[in-house]
């Protein structure tokens, strides 16, 4: 279980996850030392996956965010359905849906022909029968899980 003092660590360390632990420590009250072994326990329970970087798509090459509803006739949800669409290096997350599709595809691309190929990637899949395709003319926000607590420790929320 999480308390209020991990939540606040988390939310500080989705805001920058540079931050010396003597930083992180003085948000929640804590030593550095302390704020290092709390954090070591959260990546230990895998509450934290990992820490990366957030890149500009559009700075790389990959601009171009499209999602593509994948239909199947059969469950798509085997391992080999899950390596053949890791494979595909623009599909940046792949989720098994309820509805009319069975997957969807998060895919960024750099321009329209290179959306084409990926399609045409997606539809070499075995089991895929069909797509649709959605082209995101502009991200208006994107959000990462809020974990909680909004605010400092102690504070209302």
Request: with cysteine; net charge neutral; charged share 20%.
């Amino acid at each position: 279980m999480m308390d209020d003092t991990d939540r606040t660590l988390l939310a500080e360390l989705q805001r920058d996850a540079t931050q010396s632990y003597a930083a992180l420590g003085a948000a929640v009250g804590l030593s550095a030392g302390a704020a290092h072994e709390r954090v070591r326990k959260l990546k230990e329970r895998g509450i934290i996956r990992r820490t990366t970087v957030e890149v500009d798509p559009a700075a790389v090459g990959a601009g171009v965010l499209s999602f593509v509803l994948v239909e199947s006739k059969a469950w798509m949800g085997e391992a080999a359905t899950r390596k053949a669409f890791a494979a595909i290096p623009e599909v940046q997350e792949a989720h098994i849906v309820a509805g009319a599709a069975s997957v969807m595809l998060k895919v960024r691309t750099g321009t329209t022909e290179q959306l084409q190929d990926v399609l045409r990637r997606v539809f070499a899949v075995k089991g895929v029968s069909g797509t649709q395709t959605v082209m995101s003319l502009e991200t208006m926000f994107e959000r990462s899980v809020h974990c909680g607590h909004p605010g400092p420790v102690g504070a209302p929320g």
